[in-house]
């Protein structure tokens, strides 16, 4: 399993209902609201056999309130 993690930006009073569309994937191992550029940080393993582009595509990007998001890849923990 690969960990990514992936912050939403989200349209104006749209912030719940996207929280909500993300969890009811049931894919995110945690999600948290924060402060500054992006409203939401989700943190997602993504199988290690599945493009991770194509997986964040296809799950969550399609989710209607987010304007754009922004996915950093994480490597070995020191």
Known sequence: MRCVFVQFQCAPGKTYEVADAIYDR???SELYSTSGDYDLLAK?????DQDVGRFINERLDEIPGIQRSLTTMTFNAF
């Open 44 to 48: 997602i393993y993504i199988p290690d």
């Open 26 to 28: 049931e894919i995110v």
